[in-house]
């Protein structure tokens, strides 16, 4: 997507806006699965909760993915975009025993990450088959190191845990179909990444009849130029190796999934706002946008770095900006920014806008979330319309007073 493009989609659908790029999912998703092939049985599960808009569904649908789902909603949608329930995992952490009945109803895969869900579930549906989340304990430490960290992370069952869960599951006569990791930790070191499959192949030993080995996400992907990008053909080259292996030695060919959700969409997007200041103080220039931590969190709930292009100006002298939002409360997008000659009016693009950025917004303020667009075939289709008036009032109720 160049800068007329997407200047005009800017003028055309207003500001501020998020614009996908179809093009540039559906290589991710192309790459990710060539990373792999020499696996017989790869499924990819698309992370609904980074980029959950339906017509992006769809696209995923179109491509052969499947979906990972953490809420009954995100069910429902998937099913709305067509997937079939057997190509939907749900991965909660900390819902109730009836919202997984209901996603069971469906004919969803259950993946459970806790002992005390598990047990009741395994002992009234003792056919249903799921899938466990372990947690193995392991994250990267420093640059080559291997530690044993989260250890009181809310997510998993605990590799410690086995022998207590090995008797729920003999006890209930429950039947396990796949074991399931993600740590939520970026793969910046494979060998770290390998070790914690080591564990998880190790756990899968236990279970005769599985059908898949879950090996979550955690794929990084670059947000400045001196990220680490998860090497993911080293990646596939090695796991894939390894789990061709493992399944010649359990005896079956089983399926080796993956749940990016980052990874496939973060690139794909990016966030329009229009300059509505630049206010120069004594020790500062702002940039103040129409927008604010209500559109895009991201930099101030985890710090994270977004570049920013003055697409408007893109050939303008650089000077040094702090791009900040119109919301009452602070929200800094990026402190003292090398960016093109910024004047009112202007158009700033956020890059790496689509993962965890408008499924992430709110009113706060009351404003309306912002429109998307996804650029698909070559054309620009509005796929969310902005929010209006009406959508801050809904659900409201004015009593009498
Ligand atoms: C959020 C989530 C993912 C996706 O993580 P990314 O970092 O976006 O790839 C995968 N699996 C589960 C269970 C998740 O909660």
Redesign the pocket.
């Known amino acids: 997507m160049n800068n007329r493009t997407l200047l005009n989609i800017a003028k055309e659908f207003g500001s501020p806006v998020y614009v996908y790029d179809a093009d540039t999912i559906i290589n991710q998703y192309k790459r990710l699965t060539s990373a792999f092939s020499k696996v017989n049985n790869l499924k990819i599960n698309y ?1 609904v ?2 980029l959950s808009n339906i017509s992006v569904l769809k696209l995923f649908n179109s491509l052969g993915s499947g979906i ?1 789902t ?1 809420s009954i909603q995100e069910v429902q949608l998937g099913l709305r975009a067509g997937f079939k329930p057997e190509n939907i995992i749900f ?1 909660p952490n900390g819902v109730s025993l009836e919202e997984i009945e209901n996603v069971a109803k469906l004919g969803v895969q259950i993946n459970i990450d806790n002992l005390s869900i598990l047990e009741q579930f395994g002992t009234k549906y003792p056919n249903i088959p799921v899938c466990i989340r372990i947690n193995p304990h392991v994250m990267a430490g420093g640059n080559t190191n291997i530690s044993v960290g989260h250890i009181d992370s809310k997510f998993g069952i605990s590799i410690h845990q086995i022998p207590l869960l090995l008797r729920i599951v003999e006890n209930t006569g429950m039947h396990i179909n796949g074991i399931h990791m ?1 740590t ?1 930790s970026d793969i910046l070191d494979i060998d770290v990444f390998l070790y914690a499959s080591e564990i998880l192949f190790e756990t899968a030993k236990n279970f005769k009849n599985l059908d898949f080995i879950d090996f ?4 990084k992907v670059p947000y400045k130029s001196d990220d680490i990008e998860t090497n993911i053909e080293e990646l596939g080259k090695k796991l894939s190796k390894r789990f061709n292996e493992f399944c010649k030695s359990y005896g079956k060919d089983l399926t080796l999934a993956f ?5 496939l969409v973060s690139e794909a997007g990016v966030f329009l706002a229009k300059v509505n200041v630049v206010k120069q103080t004594t020790s500062t220039v702002f940039a103040q946008v129409d927008s604010g931590f209500n559109h895009l969190i991201r930099p101030m709930l985890y710090g994270s770095q977004h570049d920013i292009l003055n697409i408007s100006n893109p050939k303008g002298r650089e000077r040094f900006y702090s791009v900040v939002g119109y919301i009452c409360e602070t929200d800094t997008f990026a402190n003292n920014r090398r960016i093109n000659e910024i004047n009112q009016g202007d158009i700033l693009c956020f890059k790496n806008a689509g ?1 965890y950025c408008y499924s992430m917004a709110s009113n706060y303020n009351s404003r309306y979330r912002p429109a998307e667009v996804l650029v698909y075939k070559g054309e620009a289709h509005l796929i969310r319309k902005r929010e209006t008036f009406e959508d801050i009032l809904n659900n409201q109720l004015e009593i009498a007073i």
């Open positions: 992370a909760k980074a990972d953490v991965t993600h939520g979550g996400s955690g794929f749940e990016p959700g980052k990874f993962a």
